[in-house]
């Protein structure tokens, strides 16, 4: 069993920055792949960001090519996410999700290939 727990989220003028964190345990976390989604009131959740259990391989959203960046940090059990050049529309809670892998160092995009999700973390950008 994986239990994550998002942190760092706020509220931010439009163009700030700010950096979330999603903390794993339960299970060895250089095994995890994992992922950051996001929902705004109203709508579907969406994909942010993914990335490979060894931290090598990484994919995002178009909306956030070049503004956010996805990292994991294997030796304190915890990924991140930086947001930059942040937009009203960032507005969201932020999920981070997990995936227990064996062998593949490879990322995940869909919400249905996660296992494992976090109980969210509020980011506002104000404009």
């Known amino acids: 069993q994986v239990q994550l727990e998002e942190s760092g989220g706020g509220l931010v003028q439009a163009g700030g920055s700010l950096r979330v964190s999603c903390a794993a345990s339960g299970h060895a976390f250089n095994w995890l792949a994992m992922g950051w989604f996001r929902q705004a009131p109203g709508k579907e959740r969406e994909f942010v960001a993914a990335i490979s259990r060894s931290g090598r391989n990484t994919i995002y959203a178009d909306s956030v090519k070049g503004r956010f960046t996805i990292s994991k940090d294997n030796a304190k059990s915890t990924m991140y996410l930086e947001l930059n050049g942040l937009k009203s529309e960032d507005t969201a809670v932020y999920y981070c999700?997990?995936?227990?892998?064996?062998?593949?160092?490879?990322?995940?995009?869909?919400?249905?290939?996660?296992?494992?999700w976090g109980q969210g973390t509020q980011v506002t950008v104000s404009s």
């Open positions: 999700a997990a995936k227990i892998v064996t062998l593949a160092d490879w990322f995940y995009a869909r919400p249905n290939d996660y296992g494992y």
